[in-house]
C-alpha cells in the first residue's frame, strides 16, 4: 500500500467515524425537525433513543409526551426554534435552551445532554410556556451586573 492510498484510506476512515458521531446540538436539531412535521411524540422517541435508560423511565416519557402534545394543540402553529443558551460543566455535560415560537405563545425546551463515555445520550428533557415570567425574572434590578460590585 503507497503513502498516498494509506492516507486516504485513514482520512475515509476518519471522515465515517465523525459522520456518525452525534453532538447535542446536532441531535437538538433533528428533534426539532421531527417535531416540525407535528409529531411530538415520535420527537420524543428521537430524543430518548440515544438514552440507554430510557426504558427505565418510560412512564415519564410517556407523561411528557402526553403533557407537551395537549399543550402544543393548543398554542397553534409552530413555526420555528432559537437557540437561547449553552452551558457546559466541562466537556461531558451540556445543557441547551430554545425559544420554541408557536402562534399563539413561546415555549422554552430545555435539553441535558451527557457524555459518559465516547456517545452523547439524553439526560433531562424539560418544557416551560411560562417564557415571559422567565424573562421578566432574569430583567430584575438585583440580576444587574452592576449591583454586585
Same mark, same amino acid.
Given at each position: 500500500?503507497?503513502?498516498?492510498?494509506?492516507? @486516504?484510506?485513514? @482520512?475515509?476512515?476518519?471522515?465515517?467515524? /465523525?459522520?456518525?458521531?452525534?453532538? %447535542?446540538?446536532?441531535?437538538?436539531?433533528?428533534?426539532?425537525?421531527? !417535531?416540525?412535521?407535528?409529531?411530538?411524540?415520535?420527537?420524543?422517541? /428521537? &430524543?430518548?433513543?440515544?438514552? %440507554? !435508560?430510557?426504558?427505565?423511565?418510560?412512564?415519564?416519557?410517556?407523561?411528557?409526551?402526553?403533557?407537551?402534545?395537549?399543550?402544543?394543540?393548543?398554542?397553534?402553529?409552530? !413555526?420555528? *426554534?432559537?437557540?437561547?443558551?449553552?452551558?457546559?460543566?466541562?466537556?461531558?455535560?451540556?445543557?441547551?435552551?430554545? &425559544?420554541?415560537?408557536?402562534?399563539? =405563545? %413561546?415555549?422554552? /425546551?430545555?435539553? @441535558? !445532554? *451527557?457524555? %459518559?463515555?465516547?456517545?452523547?445520550?439524553?439526560?433531562?428533557?424539560?418544557?416551560?410556556?411560562?417564557?415571559? =415570567? =422567565?424573562? =421578566? #425574572?432574569?430583567?430584575?434590578?438585583?440580576?444587574?451586573? #452592576?449591583? *454586585?460590585?
Amino acid at each position: 500500500m503507497t503513502l498516498k492510498s494509506a492516507l @486516504l484510506t485513514l @482520512l475515509l476512515s476518519l471522515a465515517f467515524k /465523525f459522520s456518525f458521531t452525534q453532538v %447535542p446540538l446536532d441531535i437538538s436539531n433533528k428533534f426539532f425537525a421531527v !417535531y416540525k412535521q407535528g409529531d411530538t411524540d415520535k420527537a420524543l422517541d /428521537f &430524543l430518548f433513543s440515544n438514552s %440507554p !435508560y430510557a426504558k427505565d423511565i418510560q412512564d415519564g416519557i410517556d407523561d411528557v409526551k402526553r403533557k407537551l402534545k395537549k399543550h402544543v394543540d393548543q398554542i397553534g402553529k409552530y !413555526y420555528g *426554534y432559537d437557540l437561547l443558551v449553552k452551558r457546559t460543566a466541562g466537556p461531558n455535560l451540556i445543557l441547551v435552551t430554545f &425559544l420554541v415560537r408557536h402562534d399563539r =405563545e %413561546p415555549m422554552t /425546551f430545555q435539553m @441535558l !445532554y *451527557y457524555k %459518559p463515555n465516547d456517545k452523547w445520550q439524553m439526560q433531562n428533557f424539560k418544557y416551560s410556556n411560562s417564557t415571559d =415570567e =422567565e424573562l =421578566e #425574572e432574569a430583567s430584575k434590578a438585583y440580576r444587574l451586573k #452592576e449591583n *454586585y460590585e
